[in-house]
Structures are given as C-alpha cells and as structure tokens.
C-alpha cells in the first residue's frame, strides 16, 4: 500500500470462472462480498456453451483502489 494507506500500489489482476448469467461485459463491477473487494471486468471468455448460451465465463478481473467511487455506492450516511 501507499504511504497514505489508500488505494493499489500495483495493479492485481485475477482470473475469475463464474456462471454464465447474468452475462459479465467490459468494465461492470464484481464485488466480493466476503473480503469487501471491488474488481472492475476486464476480458470475459465464454469457457462453455450450451447452444450458443454461456454456461460458465472466465472474467480477468483487475482489483480497485479504496479511493474508487464504486466502493461508496450502496453505503448510507450515519451521520442522521
């Protein structure tokens, strides 16, 4: 991490098999709900088909810094 403890110091990227639907496209957000972590869909290779229907998707994922504006939607202001 950098010195001010926010964001990525590199840039992580993953490889991510997933179900098929919903259908993942360039740039939509993944969130991993267990760690908290953001990871914005980068490549997205249909692994297997069913006629012509993804059944499973390999999604190279690459993970986003803290400062991220994806990391504020969904949270509600406390302060009220």
Do not use: H, S, W
């Amino acid at each position: 991490m950098p010195p001010d403890g926010k964001g990525l110091k590199e840039d992580y990227k993953f490889q991510v098999r997933m179900l098929g639907l919903p259908r993942v496209k360039k740039d939509d957000v993944l969130i991993d709900i267990a760690q908290g972590k953001c990871y914005y869909a980068n490549t997205i290779v249909n692994t297997t088909e069913l006629r012509r229907i993804p059944v499973i998707q390999t999604v190279g994922a690459n993970e986003t810094p803290v400062t991220d504006a994806v990391y504020k939607l969904g949270q509600q202001d406390n302060a009220g």
